[in-house]
């Protein structure tokens, strides 16, 4: 008597299981569908950011406007709009034989719309923001004119730092030429038997000297044609030597030759001096 209630109990009971086990009905396939990696937590997120959205939209609504706002609103709107009928000037206006859209004055060569407005909006005093334009345009102006003497700054410095170079530049180009008319001097006199130079300096200085037994009145006298040929610069020295070869030997030592005569030189030689060689 006992068993058959129990087998009633089981027989049902598997088939509430059964009908929750059934793989083929719409409930399985649907649930089998929506389940995808990351699909739900998308979903949560996009819904949260629309949440959010929603919010702050509500927000900028209900939020109560700053009396500057609703000023600047009604000005703007009032600017927009036109002078009606209603406005006692412009009834005035029109009472005078003025029409819309026509310029003032008899003629109507005058203005056509209103003077605009210039609302000051800061609290600096009248002619505040003239003065901050001019000290504005004053400092561009300072700024102006401080680029252009640094600029005129540079370019001295870049001429006068050219001019140093040539200097130098041509200090040695002469050092060179001197050195060249030194030793062409020393060989010429030589080869005319001559053995001590009209000047000192006219041939290359030795480092010893050759003779060792010279009287004081030698050294003296070389002492003080040292001394006179320290006021001489080396263009001086250049000059009065090259004209010296010219004039004895009719020599160039730009041209390093030796002509027959002075007629010779004339015609053959472009000029008494390196630029004249160029």
């Avoid at 649907?30 to 979903?43: A, C």
Wanted: proline residues 3%; negative net charge.
């Amino acid at each position: 008597m006992l068993r058959e209630p129990l087998v009633g109990k089981m027989a049902a009971s598997s088939t509430r299981q059964e009908e929750k086990d059934d793989y083929m009905s719409d409930v399985f396939v649907n649930l089998q569908q929506d389940v995808k990696p990351g699909l739900i937590m998308v979903r949560r997120v996009k819904e949260e950011i629309l949440k959010r959205e929603r919010a702050m939209e509500l927000i900028l609504e209900n939020k109560q406007k700053s009396k500057k706002e609703e000023e600047k609103e009604r000005r703007e709107t009032k600017l927009q709009s036109s002078l009606g009928s209603e406005n006692k000037g412009f009834t005035l206006l029109q009472k005078m034989g003025y029409k819309e859209g026509h310029g003032l004055g008899k003629s109507g060569n005058g203005i056509v719309e209103p003077i605009p407005l210039q609302i000051k909006t800061g609290r600096g005093g009248i002619g505040h923001e003239a003065a901050q334009k001019r000290k504005a345009e004053e400092k561009i102006e300072h700024r102006k004119q401080m680029s252009q003497m640094k600029k005129r700054a540079e370019e001295f410095a870049l001429s006068e730092y050219r001019l140093q170079v040539r200097k130098k530049k041509d200090q040695l180009q002469m050092e060179g030429d001197l050195r060249k008319s030194q030793v062409a001097c020393q060989q010429l006199d030589l080869q005319k038997g001559i053995d001590v130079p009209q000047e000192a300096w006219y041939w290359l200085p030795t480092s010893v000297d050759d003779d060792d037994d010279d009287d004081g009145k030698e050294e003296e006298e070389e002492s003080s044609g040292r001394d006179y040929e320290m006021f001489r610069t080396t263009e001086e020295k250049l000059l009065i030597l090259t004209s010296y070869l010219r004039r004895k030997y009719f020599y160039c030592v730009w041209c390093a030759i030796s002509y027959q005569d002075e007629e010779d030189l004339s015609d053959n030689c472009p000029g008494d001096c390196a630029a004249d060689h160029c």
